[in-house]
C-alpha cells in the first residue's frame, strides 16, 4: 500500500512539473505575440508606410544605418591599434574619396532605379496591412528560409556571372572595384546587379506568403548581414563566430572573394561553396 502510495505521488509531481511547464511554454507565447502586435500597432499607424516612397526611404535608412558604426571604425582605424587589429586589411585604409563615390553610386541607384519601379509596384500591388501580427515562431521559421533562398538565389546569379566572361565585364565588374571591402561596398553596384538581387530579396517573402512586419525583419536582417559581409571587421561577436559548424562564411569569407575572386561564392552560408568545391578559407591569414 505505501509503494503504491509512493507511485501516486510521484505521478502527481510529474503531472504538476508537465502542467507548470505547459503553462509556462503558453505564458512565453503569449508576451512573445504581445510584444509583436504591440511593434506592429504601432508601425501600423505610420501613414508612410502605406507610400509608394516608404521602400526607398526604408532601404537607404536600414542600409545607412548598418554602414554608420562601420564607418565610424573605418574613421579611428588609423588612429587606434585595438580597431586595426580586428580589420582583415589593416594595411587599405578607407579614403573620405573611396566612401564619397560608393555613397554617391548608392543614392543614385535608389532615385533613379528603385523609386520609380517601387511607384510602380506600389501601384500594382498596394500595401495591405492585416490587423493581427504574426506569431514569433513563424516570424524566425520565414525569415531563415529567405534568406537561404536568398543564398540559393545569389550563389547561382554569382556563379553565373563570374564563369561568363561577358557577364562579369558587362554586369558584375564594377562590384569588384575594391578588393579590400568596406561597408558601403555592399550596394556599390551596376543596375542590373542591384535589380536581380533586389528582385530576389522581394520574390521569396511573396512565395511564402509572408506577413508584411515579417518581411520587414528579413529586409533589415539581409541588409544587414551584407553590410557586415562586405565591413572588412572581424569581431569575436562576428556571426560566423556565432553559427556553429562553420556553416555561415561572413566577413572573412566574403573578403576573400574579393580578393582572389574566383573562390567564396554565396552570400552567407557555406554549403554551396562546398558542394561546387569553391569554399576556399586557407589564405584568410595571408592577406592580413
Known amino acids: 500500500m505505501l509503494h503504491n502510495g509512493t507511485n501516486a505521488t510521484v505521478l502527481h509531481s510529474s503531472k504538476s512539473s508537465q502542467s ?11 508576451t512573445e505575440k504581445l510584444f509583436l502586435q504591440i511593434v506592429w500597432d504601432w508601425l501600423r499607424e ?11 526611404l526604408f532601404s537607404l ?3 545607412l544605418s548598418c554602414c554608420l558604426p562601420y564607418i565610424f571604425l ?5 588612429r587606434l591599434i585595438l580597431i586595426r587589429h580586428f580589420r582583415i ?12 563615390r560608393c555613397l554617391c553610386k548608392c543614392l543614385h541607384n535608389h532615385v533613379c532605379f528603385i523609386l520609380p519601379l517601387s511607384v510602380v509596384h506600389w501601384y500594382w500591388r498596394p500595401v495591405v496591412c492585416p490587423p493581427l501580427a504574426p506569431e514569433m515562431q513563424s516570424v524566425i521559421q520565414d525569415v531563415l528560409v529567405c534568406l537561404l533562398l536568398f543564398d540559393t538565389q545569389y550563389f547561382l546569379w554569382h556563379l553565373l556571372h563570374h564563369k561568363v566572361p561577358w557577364l562579369y565585364r558587362f554586369f558584375h565588374k564594377e562590384h569588384h572595384l575594391y578588393t579590400a571591402t568596406f561597408s558601403l561596398t555592399a550596394e556599390h553596384t551596376g543596375v542590373w546587379e542591384m535589380l536581380s538581387l533586389g528582385f530576389f530579396a522581394k520574390l521569396n517573402p511573396m512565395l ?21 559581409a ?13 553559427v556553429p559548424f562553420g556553416l555561415y562564411g561572413g ?6 572573394h574579393h580578393f582572389k575572386v574566383k573562390v567564396n561564392y554565396a552570400p552567407y552560408f557555406t554549403h554551396w561553396d562546398r558542394l561546387f568545391y569553391t569554399l576556399q578559407e586557407d589564405d584568410i591569414e595571408d592577406i592580413k
Not at 22 to 30: F, P, R
Request: hydrophobic share 40%; glycine share 2%.
Open 20 to 30: 507548470d511547464l505547459s503553462a509556462a511554454m503558453k505564458s512565453s507565447e503569449a
Open 74 to 78: 573605418d574613421l579611428l582605424c588609423s
Open 89 to 100: 586589411q589593416p594595411q587599405n585604409q578607407v579614403t573620405w574619396t573611396k566612401a564619397w
Open 208 to 228: 511564402l506568403g509572408c506577413h508584411p512586419l515579417t518581411e520587414m525583419l528579413f529586409f533589415v536582417t539581409n541588409i544587414y548581414l551584407s553590410v557586415e
Open 230 to 242: 562586405h565591413s572588412g571587421y572581424e569581431f569575436p561577436w562576428s556571426p560566423h563566430r556565432l
Open 46 to 56: 505610420w501613414q508612410i508606410l502605406r507610400s509608394p516612397f516608404f521602400p526607398v
Open 61 to 63: 535608412t536600414v542600409y
Open 251 to 256: 566577413a572573412r569569407y566574403h573578403h576573400l
